[in-house]
């Protein structure tokens, strides 16, 4: 063999073992999951997978084919340093995704994506977010693995490229090299079968963590990194059947409309609206290590309307915002939020009660730039925005800015003195990422599940504290307090992932009368629910993705990373549309959730994009 030929083999040889080392590191790192797989699982993961590893190195390996191409009439390419340069630079960004991939996982439960590139426009709250994490350790990992690869790896490639030096006739190493090159194109896609390598082609089990580490991290990364640009300007990824049929099985669920009679009295109430940072229902009566974990929300839910079955719509907190405040579906693998174009022709609560005349605060301890954020909550009509920059340097006493207890007080403050009638919105902070609290802690211990809990019993104390106040200011008889959570969390670990989309729903008020509902709903159906427009014909043309809050029976529809879950009241089906099967179900036929949630997958990005 050619000594080019023989060393373009090689290098795409090493970068292909690279990468299914990287995989071992991945399910040894995850090995809580790992151990669970079958022998013949875990040995899938490779076999399948080896065709995305196939394939991100022969992308590796092309820019040196075109180097050895060179190097046949060049001198200059045919020196070992260029192949150590470019493989030193490229080593970087690869093991770095590598890395990163693994705490991800933990976060997120999937494989990286672009997903953190949208959180760098603001380097403070990304730092926030992980740096509950062993960062250094990562650090120290990623320094070590990077010099051990650099001395042992370039060592050896510079030995392999002292071959190139021999002399070989244009006419045999040219055209082989060009077929050679060629031929690269053949991994890159993923064979020769019609359609080119997606995350689909290496999935093989109805096991979720089994097909997620078949996935190549820096394949996906990139991947998720091209269709995050093509994004909001594409044909719709999710189209599962005709627009036609989307739409007749979209309107054939239960929806608003009917006639039914709401529990709120209230005529022109004040509206307190808390979104409870990670407020996880998984938590709700449950004792941890002797503690009580929200005891402040077990007491409240018995006097008020208790939503014992109800679902974010998303995932993260540029989801749910919307989801709550406009009642907008989550999308799969991007946020309305992100696009102010599109953000702003979505209706609003306080856009709809700051039309009625209230006034629309909104109070959050930290920077809501965070995730482009703020654009949406100016576009939505809230005024005043009270943030981090509003608080005094003292009391900014988190990663994130004010804890809970500080804008509590600030909120109270200003609705002691308030005149107008109020919509008032709180987003709570102290239960994300870090988990840090600013009292001794209840829960004790340093891994992410103690401090998560101990966290949500710190804002549930503070919750609990701001609605015993509230209920002594004047006009509490006039007033409606609901509790929501932006999204649930996948802490503490349950086996179920349906879990970790449950959150508390409660309505509060003077004129309430409590009850406990255990209908399923959703965060869309908060927003009609709550709107200033009781007409069913307003609530249908502000909020169309909302249905009936107070109408069984009920269902939710949401959506997480490439995938969604669709709920009714006795059986569930999660799906991943990758590898357009589903994840888990249960409580019978599954068949029919399947369609319908591919319907309203197809109807929600199809309304994002036409927006």
Known sequence: MPA???????YFLAWLLLFEA???????????????????????AFWYGGRMDASMAAYVALPVAVFLLASVFVPFFRRPAVYQVYSLLLLLPVLLIVLSDIPMYKIWGFRIDATPLRYLANPREAWASVSHLPVWAYALCFLALYFLLCRFGLRLLGRAAATLQARERWYVAGPLLVAATATLIIPMRGGLQQTPLNQSSVYFSTNYFANQAALNAPWNFLFGVVSETAAGSGANPYTYMAASEAKRIADSLPVQGAQVLSPIKTHKPNVILVIWESGTAKVVDQVFEGVTVTPGLNQLKTEGIWFANAFASGDRTDKGLPAVLSAYPALPQSSI???????????????LYKQEGYRTAFYYGGEPEFANIKSYLLGAGFDPLVQKSDFAAKDQNSKWGAHDGVVADRILSDLARARAPQFTTW???????????????RIRGADDTHQFLNS???TDSILYRFVRRCQALP????TLLVIVADHGHALPE????????????????????????????SQLDLAPALSPRLADAGLRRDFPFGHHLWAPPGWAFFSFNNGFGFVQDSSWVLFDNVGRQPIATGGGNSAPLIRAGQALQQQAYQDYLDK
Do not use: C, M
């Not at 080019?4 to 090689?10: N, P, T, V």
């Not at 709570?428 to 609290?437: A, G, K, M, Q, V």
């Not at 006009?475 to 006039?478: D, I, L, Q, T, Y």
């Open 427 to 441: 987003l709570t902070l102290s239960s994300h990422e870090p988990f840090e609290t600013p009292v001794p802690p």
């Open 4 to 10: 080019r030929l023989r060393f373009l083999f090689l």
């Open 494 to 521: 349950t086996g179920n992932r349906l879990d970790n989309f449950r959150i508390p729903v409660l309505i509060l008020g003077g004129g309430i009368r409590p009850q406990v509902l255990t209908r399923t709903v």
């Open 475 to 478: 006009g509490w008889e006039n």
């Open 22 to 44: 990287a995989r071992a590191l991945f399910l040894l790192l995850e090995w809580s999951h790992s151990r669970t797989l079958p022998a013949r699982e875990l040995l899938g």
């Open 456 to 458: 949500l019993h710190y």
């Open 337 to 351: 939020i992100r696009l102010p174009n599109k953000a702003r022709r979505l209706a609003t609560l306080p856009g």
